[in-house]
């Protein structure tokens, strides 16, 4: 059983940074996909960032290039979302997502292709 545990979640005012760590306990095999997902208020989650542990392939959603950074500790299945130059519109809940299994295929945003979800950590940006 794996379990995420998100941290780094709080409030700061537009323009500041946060950094997110997600640590992932009870499986000591690299995973084959972490990402970030967020949900903003009364809104549906969408996939922000993510990474293939073990092919480096990253993705960013387009609203957060150039501002949001993905990178992980594969030696330790954690991962990391530094995030600058935050907006209000980047205020949500925050998950972490992991998948350790081998798919046929697979898509870093799609939410079925991962198995494990930490708790949310919350992220508010105010103007």
């Known amino acids: 059983q794996v379990q995420l545990q998100e941290s780094g979640g709080g409030s700061v005012q537009a323009g500041g940074s946060l950094r997110l760590s997600c640590a992932a306990s009870g499986n000591t095999v690299t995973a084959f996909a972490m990402g970030w997902f967020r949900q903003p208020p009364g809104k549906e989650r969408e996939g922000v960032a993510g990474?293939?542990?073990?092919?480096?392939?990253?993705e960013y959603t387009d609203s957060v290039k150039g501002r949001f950074t993905v990178s992980q500790d594969s030696s330790k299945n954690t991962l990391y979302l530094q995030m600058n130059s935050l907006k209000p519109d980047d205020t949500a809940m925050y998950y972490c997502?992991?998948?350790?299994?081998?798919?046929?295929?697979?898509?870093?945003?799609?939410?079925?292709?991962?198995?494990?979800w930490g708790q949310g950590t919350q992220v508010t940006v105010s103007s």
């Open positions: 997502a992991a998948d350790f299994g081998v798919r046929a295929s697979r898509a870093m945003f799609r939410e079925t292709d991962y198995t494990d």
């Open positions: 990474i293939w542990p073990r092919t480096g392939n990253i």
